[in-house]
């Protein structure tokens, strides 16, 4: 078990992560605000836009697929939840899976619960990250309070594998915490306010989308990409 004086040396170290609520809700928006990596059309340049952190990034699909999807998200964001058990299902069969999406994940943790989760999955073996990612946003209830309760993230985490010894090291892990401190800042310097944020093919879009609404972006950039091959 942690000790108190782990636990708190934790927490001082998890609230260097956190920032502004959700505040996300449904439909399309189209907002971008001014970023200190700003093209010519106030949303940040392609190549600042896909420059990695200290962590990398956690992709899935086709490396040159012809559509690129960046999402910011927060594991205790109940938008999130709803985008990832009914779109992204739809996403991954019709999009992911046949080579036309690239799907980048980037933290962007709301609350202490929020971003111990987001420490424990980075600090989980490559191959579980996208399946405890899951568990945690599946049983969001389970453990989302405004404080931390390790036993409950652990709970989930022992679902996908992990000990308890390697969770209780994962939530001191300095190394992580800057590095996920690291996307959160940048996020916020492309004007990300709040979860979900999407980045398709470079254009900020804000909101649960639905599967109809991502097509309707994604098809457009597929075609245009086919007509005009890099």
Partial sequence: MLSRRIIISGLLALSAILLAGCQAGGG????????????????????????QGPLGDKAFGKANAPV?????????????????????????????????????????????SAAAAAIVTRCAPAKDYLRLYDKYLVNQKQWTSQKVRPDALFKVAAQAGMTRKTFDKCMTNQGIIDGLMWVKQRGRQFGV????TFF???????????????????????SARAANPA
Avoid: W
Wanted: charged letters at 20%; a positive charge; hydrophobic letters at 35%.
């Fill in 193 to 196: 306010v709040g979860t979900p």
């Fill in 28 to 51: 399309v928006t189209g907002d971008a605000a001014p970023t200190a990596f700003s093209g010519t059309n106030g949303a940040p340049t392609p190549a600042e836009l896909m420059k």
């Fill in 68 to 112: 690129t999807v960046i999402e910011y998200a927060s594991l205790t964001c109940r938008y999130c939840r709803s985008f990832h058990l009914t779109t992204y299902p739809k996403l991954k069969k019709a999009y992911i899976d046949t080579g036309k999406v690239r799907y980048i994940i980037r933290e962007f943790p709301i609350g202490r």
């Fill in 200 to 222: 398709i093919n470079g254009q900020k879009v804000r909101g649960v989308l639905t599967f109809e609404e991502m097509k309707g972006m994604i098809e457009p950039q597929i």
